[in-house]
């Protein structure tokens, strides 16, 4: 019973779903200290085993954060196949209600969101993901060429573009201001040369919105790029000029959490 319904959630079940099955808690409490039962959130659980999917990491994610949670930002562009992989954190944006974040679970609010199914999965439309990331150029081109999204949809001024030394600039004071440890610019890994790196802990930045790119080929060669640098042990991260010049709180956060997780010795270029 417990392995069908896990079956038709990506691997995951709820502790309100096994009392509603008449699992006693007992029971669970035995599951748990057998490995049949893992716990991932507070009364969330894989079951078997804690390889789960991308899926199944999104699915325990909107469990914990409650009913009225929905896959946003990172997590819904990659819902939605406009990022290769899902990032080490899931974000998910409440419509109601109180949940404390943790590492590798980031929560938004917000009253008024559009949203979408997609497996099942409750998560922002195209548009809104769009607009909460802050109409990064390479997505929005991803977007409006695989028709999921209307030109008039986007904003007239969603394509600022900065240089690269005004960018540098701009993201050396962002760190400074945080606290944070200051990246090198422009560095070298294999064919590529990323645009901030922090090599001791394996984090790396791209940042999007300052050249023309045509749209269905750039998307394929940053999906490569990414494969590439992930493959190589490293954290990537993509923020647009209008994040780090419009919200430079919340890219400090995201950068100050995944320096947070990415601690370890330098990896070779």
């Known amino acids: 019973m ?40 507070r009364g969330v659980y894989a079951v078997g085993h804690e390889a789960i999917s991308d899926l199944g990491r999104i699915r325990a994610a909107l469990y914990a954060a409650g009913p009225l949670a929905v896959a946003s930002h990172l997590t819904a562009a990659f819902l939605h ?20 974040p943790r590492p590798d679970l980031r929560i938004h609010r917000s009253g008024d969101v559009e949203t979408t199914r997609i497996d099942g ?15 990064p150029e390479r997505l929005v081109g991803e977007a409006l060429a695989r ?22 600039r701009r993201m050396r004071r962002l760190c ?61 991260l993509r923020f647009t000029w209008r994040q780090i010049e419009r919200t430079p709180m919340i890219v400090a956060a995201r950068l100050a959490a995944a320096l947070a997780l990415n601690t370890s010795t330098p990896a070779a270029p």
């Open 2 to 41: 417990i392995a069908r319904l896990a079956g038709r959630q990506d691997g995951i079940v709820t502790r309100g779903q096994l009392d509603a099955a008449g699992v006693s808690r007992d029971a669970i409490k035995h599951r748990l200290t057998s490995g049949r039962l893992i716990a991932l959130y």
């Open 81 to 100: 196949k406009l990022i290769p992989s899902l990032p080490l954190a899931v974000e998910v944006t409440l419509r109601a209600g109180n949940r404390r």
């Open 121 to 135: 999965i409750v998560v922002t439309t195209v548009r809104q993901t769009l607009e909460d990331l802050g109409w």
């Open 147 to 168: 028709r999921l999204l209307r030109p008039e949809d986007v904003p007239a001024d969603a394509d600022a573009a900065p240089t690269h030394s005004e960018l540098e």
């Open 176 to 236: 400074s201001q945080a606290h944070l440890p200051e990246p090198t610019c422009q560095y070298p890994i294999g064919p590529y040369r990323i645009d901030f790196a922090w090599p001791t802990h394996r984090l790396l930045v791209e940042t999007d919105g300052y050249s023309t790119h045509g749209h269905r080929q750039a998307f394929e060669a940053d999906r490569a790029r990414d494969a590439y640098l992930i493959a190589h042990g490293y954290t990537v």
